[in-house]
DNA sequence: ACCTGAACACCGTTCAAGT
DNA sequence: ACCTGAACACCGTTCAAGT
């Protein structure tokens, strides 16, 4: 016979740990595309309070969870050979991740002070790209705000378009298109023609092309 | 004796009109900083589901109340010397006029074919300059859609800074800046590094510069 | 027919009561 | 001392009941 379980497994549920919960509500939030504190307690098989003997409250494990979330980002080498293809492909890692995130994006927006390792090593290797493009303290760092709240802005945005229940971005960029058609020609032209082209104006070419603008910029004050 | 009153004015209150609501709507959301349906009813001195005669639910409000939200943005006129300089100033603008309504840019970030008549003015005014820039129409509609997004992403970002109820946007630097200069100068130099500079890193700063790198990529498209 | 407000299904967090 | 859950102060919206 097996020794009796220890006091940890006597229990129907494991204890609950800081690093538990990060998971389970990082699960939660990409399962629902939402996340409250008593959805979690409930996923948790606990009280909702039970989360408040770990987080001081909603704001601590939210960053908590940040930190979590961009802990499968790879940065690439710091000597590899392109700083602007380094920086063009962590603009776009950075977007996925924060999209398989859902609410994570949120965070990075609102601007606390995000401290945790992982979110750090993010910054340091951006930061880094921006150096080797040649840039000056001043510029690296506002080209750095400009890319993160860019790219923060933009996952916040999309976000409930994929979450759509319906067809998600397809039937976005249709019902964006049936509304500009549907604009007046003769008083607005313009916003007229923008409807031909509304169904190539999918969400990764916008995101691709918007910082393609930033990019290129920066780089060429770098050069100067 | 004066005449009795009118039917409009026995009443305690005037009756509620859709452009009344939406007025109030945006003044309720001006001094709180935020905008409930139930903070609304109580204001207008009526039952909260009073609104919900004039308004299909809150999307349908929010939507009208953007539109009103916009009715003060003057774009320049079309046949203003220099595009670029019109770019510029319409952005500022339309920053400054989404401040002014506190959650107005999370309508325009969401993406909902947004088609009042404003709304349409400002879109038109926009891309008009883009073409008068010399984009084609393929650059023209994505170079509005990364004004667009980065702008109402910054203002979302933004607004929980100005609404601190400590010092605004001077607490919220000062704060970024001792996190940054706790962290281990060894393990992130570049980070470490940006905390000095952290202080000339004001909001209106790092808009502007963002804009700048935005229109100075477009301007150099158009040239091409 | 029109309007009202009770009720439903939520939310984050406090705090008193229990073990 | 630790944990629980009732309670507080909200939210948007449905729907039955009243005039």
Redesign the interface.
């Known amino acids: 016979m097996p020794a009796a379980p220890s006091t940890a497994r006597r229990r129907s549920r494991p204890p609950l740990t800081p690093a538990g919960i990060v998971q389970v509500a990082l699960d939660l939030a990409a399962e629902r595309g939402d996340f409250s504190m008593r959805a979690l307690g409930q996923k948790l098989g606990a009280d909702p309070m039970a989360v408040y003997r770990h987080f001081a409250d909603k704001n601590a494990l939210l960053d908590a969870m940040l930190d979590a979330a961009l802990a499968d980002f790879q940065p690439p080498g710091p000597d590899a050979a392109d700083p602007l293809a380094g920086l063009r492909r962590m603009s776009h890692d950075f977007r996925a991740a924060l999209l398989r995130h859902p609410g994570m994006a949120e965070r990075v927006?609102?601007?606390r002070?995000a401290?945790g390792p992982h979110t750090?090593?993010l910054?340091?290797a951006t930061?880094?790209k921006l150096?080797r493009l040649g840039l000056g303290?001043?510029d690296?760092?506002?080209?750095?705000?400009?890319l993160v709240?860019?790219i923060?802005?933009?996952v916040?945005?999309?976000e409930?378009?994929h979450a759509r229940d319906d067809g998600g971005e397809s039937a976005?960029l249709a019902?964006?298109q049936?509304?500009?058609s549907?604009?007046p020609a003769d008083?607005?032209?313009?916003?007229a023609?923008?409807a031909a082209?509304m169904p190539?104006?999918t969400l990764d070419?916008?995101f691709e092309?918007?910082i393609?603008?930033?990019l290129?910029?920066?780089a060429?004050r770098a050069r100067k």
Chains 1, 2 share one sequence.
Not at 187 to 191: I, L, M, S, T, Y
Request: proline share 5%; aromatic share 14%.
């Open positions: 927006a609102m601007n002070p401290t750090l090593e910054a340091e930061l880094g150096f303290a001043s690296a760092i506002s080209g750095f705000e400009a709240q860019f923060s802005g933009f916040r945005a999309e409930p378009v976005w019902e964006m049936a509304a500009y549907a604009v008083r607005f032209p313009h916003v023609r923008m082209q190539e104006q070419r916008q092309y918007a393609d603008l930033l290129e910029s920066l060429r």
